[in-house]
């Protein structure tokens, strides 16, 4: 089985910074573009940024600039540096990857448990 969890959520002030990590574990044999999702109280998910395996980037328009999304390929896992927070960017943040658990078989797309994370003084 393939799991994804996620860890560096918390309460920060605004203006301040967040790191989030999310490894991938399990039974993998390749992994195609890595990414965070969030999804604020009452709004719908989403995308917040993603990165390809040769570290191509997509970012939100909202994140633009404050965030960046790297990833280690040898660790499987994939980061999110947050700066310049704002109580807008307050959410549950889910890690997302699409997995090739087997090779000869399908890539799957799995989530993170989420972690939250609140801005506010």
């Known amino acids: 089985q393939v799991q994804l969890v996620e860890s560096g959520g918390g309460l920060v002030q605004p203006g301040g910074s967040l790191k989030l990590s999310c490894a991938a574990s399990g039974t993998i044999f390749s992994i195609r573009n890595m990414g965070w999702y969030r999804q604020a109280p009452g709004k719908e998910r989403e995308l917040v940024a993603q990165v390809s395996p040769g570290g191509t980037t997509d970012y939100a328009d909202s994140a633009k600039g404050r965030f960046t999304i790297s990833r280690d390929n040898a660790k499987n896992t994939v980061y999110l540096q947050m700066n310049s927070l704002k109580p807008g960017d307050t959410a549950v943040y889910y890690c997302?990857?699409?997995?090739?658990?087997?090779?000869?078989?399908?890539?799957?797309?799995?989530w993170g448990q989420g972690t939250q994370v609140t801005v506010s003084s």
């Open positions: 997302t990857a699409l997995i090739l658990p087997n090779f000869g078989g399908n890539y799957y797309t799995y």
